[in-house]
């Protein structure tokens, strides 16, 4: 098992930044990859970015890409999500999530492991 826990989320406005965490615990060999979703009020949780634990390749949804970076600190077992350039539209609970597997997905479903989520709230 792995255990993820979400921190950073806060209310900030438009054209801010925040970085969130997650670190992992548990288990933490055995995740390869690890990326970060977000889910508005009504709305289906959304890809926003992930990385691989080894290599460190990413891959990003168009809608944060240039504006949003990963990164992963695998001493300390963390991965980040550096927000810039926020907008009301990324107004959401975000959500940290582990796969076992390497390959970097977009699909919610091909992870194994999530933490409880962090709000972000973007005032216009």
């Known amino acids: 098992q792995v255990q993820l826990v979400e921190s950073g989320g806060g209310l900030v406005q438009a054209g801010g930044s925040l970085r969130l965490s997650c670190a992992a615990s548990?288990?933490?060999?055995?995740?390869?990859?690890m990326g970060w979703f977000r889910q508005a009020p009504g709305k289906e949780r959304e890809f926003v970015a992930a990385?691989?634990?080894?290599?460190?390749?990413?891959y990003y949804s168009d809608s944060v890409k240039g504006r949003f970076t990963i990164s992963r600190d695998n001493a300390k077992n963390t991965v980040y999500l550096q927000m810039n350039s926020l907008k009301p539209e990324d107004t959401a609970v975000y959500y940290c999530?582990?796969?076992?597997?390497?390959?970097?997905?977009?699909?919610?479903?091909?992870?194994?492991?999530w933490g409880q989520g962090t709000q972000v709230t973007i005032s216009s």
């Open positions: 990385i691989n634990r080894s290599v460190g390749s990413t």
């Open positions: 999530a582990a796969r076992s597997l390497g390959l970097l997905t977009s699909r919610a479903g091909n992870y194994d492991y």
């Open positions: 548990g288990r933490t060999f055995s995740y390869g990859v």
